[in-house]
């Protein structure tokens, strides 16, 4: 569903749930869908890109990330490939306490990748910068672009029904002459029970970074949701 259909949806739920459709309009709604799935996404980050490679170049150690049109920025890289094979990710501190003249290294066939500093999740570094044309595979997660109205939500967001769910709650629960306590908590719970499935997606077992200082295995998301959720709280 678009942006549009989905925000044509929550309207017809607030006819159903209140009986008029005067204390709330499509702009707030479509502000709101965007502010739920992207937060949604940064917080679990749920949404990732699997399929995103480029070729390196003989001697070249830096890489930029290549973003696609629904991708805003990265956040997490979560694995990195070179002809196919598993990298490690490192740091240029561990590189320097491994060998102090490690910038020095000729070619050869990449082991690690980094980040130096002000790359983070913008570009990556190979040691050892490679010594043929390969091809450089890249997952991350990503925090997706806003959406317009033409535009439809990345799985698992793409049916509209999270999004349905939970920015109805957001409506219902909104000072004012339609606001629903009950109701809202009722579609909040709906939203919630969406939660598990999306959090499957965060298992990163063996490693992923986001930062400079992020190059040990990451733990496992313990289901812990932002502050800023829909609450039914004044």
Known sequence: MTLTEISASIYASLLREAGTQEFWNTTDIKTDINFLYRDTAKSLECLTKRDVSTNTVISTARYVIPILGTVDSVLRLLNVTYDSEDIDFTSTDRLAA????????????PEVCFFERGDENVAISLYQPPAAVKVLGIEFSYLPVVLTDELTPAYPFADGTILHDGVLSMQLAKPGGG????????????????MGGLTKHKGYDSHGFKSIEESVPLRRFGGRLPSN??????
């Open 98 to 109: 491994f060998d102090e003249n490690w910038r020095s290294a000729g070619d050869g066939t």
């Open 179 to 194: 606001r629903d306590l009950d109701r809202a908590d009722f579609w909040f719970n709906q939203f919630m029970s969406h």
């Open 229 to 234: 959720y829909p609450s039914n709280q004044d």
